[in-house]
């Protein structure tokens, strides 16, 4: 997988697996999660597949299940995995390189999305509910609230830039958090003969492959609050870039990120838990 979900320690964030494989007639697995969702709520926004007559894909997201050809594939998908997401592609011929991006959100499960989906709470998170009025909100339909929408409330955005780079070579790119601030990394666009490894705070979190990204803009949202580092190595085209943002690290943050607790601040804690921004 090119997401490494076990080095993933910012939550939430955004990331691309992207897929490039050989098929053989018959059944073959593209992209199987289930260990990595332990505590941890998936949610797949978008999946883009090499469109190809000989082609199905077979898509699980816990109970749910579909079938679909590659040809004319929509882009849009919004799927919650709390326990299993599994893409598997069905061809009638071989394939090389077939190629497959998933677009997935990693985000801890709020009390608002457990209660969504009938999962079992345990008593801390039904103190939570109680005294947040979570199930009146979700009732309203005002929780939980959708990935873009939480993102945008939650990011206090100081700088946005977009960096065009031109590197022959492998080429490592730093970029640092001022006092108070974090790095948001929001989306690449790299060749289809290029690889990207993005890493946050020491930790290779997920690499790109160009093949499967179709020289197009791939959304993100990594948040890194030491160091973001990126390393491109090209095959033949040196043109790639990068759109990151300067955002001032808040207390919500903060606590969303681990570095206050409930002795810090109990509403705000109850808050960050329930999903209410």
């Not at 970029?175 to 946050?200: C, G, K, N, Y």
């Not at 043109?239 to 810090?264: I, N, P, Q, V």
Request: aromatic share 8%.
């Amino acid at each position: 997988m090119t997401v490494v979900v076990s080095a993933i320690s910012n939550y939430p964030v955004k990331l691309a697996e992207t897929v490039v494989k050989n098929l053989s007639a018959g059944i073959s697995s593209l992209i199987s999660l289930k260990k990595e969702l332990q505590d941890k709520l998936l949610i797949v926004d978008k999946i883009v597949a090499a469109e190809n007559a000989n082609v199905s894909l077979r898509i699980q997201a816990d109970v749910w299940k579909e079938e679909t050809p590659t040809t004319n594939l929509g882009n849009d998908f919004y799927l919650y995995a709390f326990s299993l997401f599994e893409i598997k592609a069905v061809a009638s011929a071989s394939v090389t390189n077939y190629t497959l991006l998933c677009s997935q959100i990693w985000q801890k499960p709020t009390v608002a999305h457990k209660m969504l989906f009938d999962m079992t709470l345990t008593d801390e998170e039904r103190e939570i509910a109680e005294t947040m009025n979570v199930e009146e909100s979700i009732e309203q339909g005002t929780l939980p609230l959708p990935f873009d929408v939480f993102v945008k409330r939650i990011t206090k955005t100081k700088k946005r830039a977009t960096v065009a780079r031109s590197d022959s070579s492998t080429a490592p790119v730093s970029i640092f958090p001022l006092s108070d601030e974090v790095i948001i990394l929001r989306s690449v666009q790299i060749p289809t003969d290029a690889s990207l490894q993005i890493t946050v705070d020491g930790k290779d979190i997920c690499t790109l492959d160009g093949r499967a990204c179709g020289a197009s803009d791939v959304e993100l949202y990594v948040i890194a609050e030491d160091e973001l580092r990126l390393i491109y190595t090209p095959s033949a085209t040196a043109e790639w870039r990068f759109t990151y943002e300067r955002a001032k690290l808040t207390d919500y943050l903060r606590m969303l990120l681990g570095r206050m607790t409930r002795a810090h601040d109990e509403e705000l804690w109850m808050r960050v838990r329930a999903g209410i921004v």
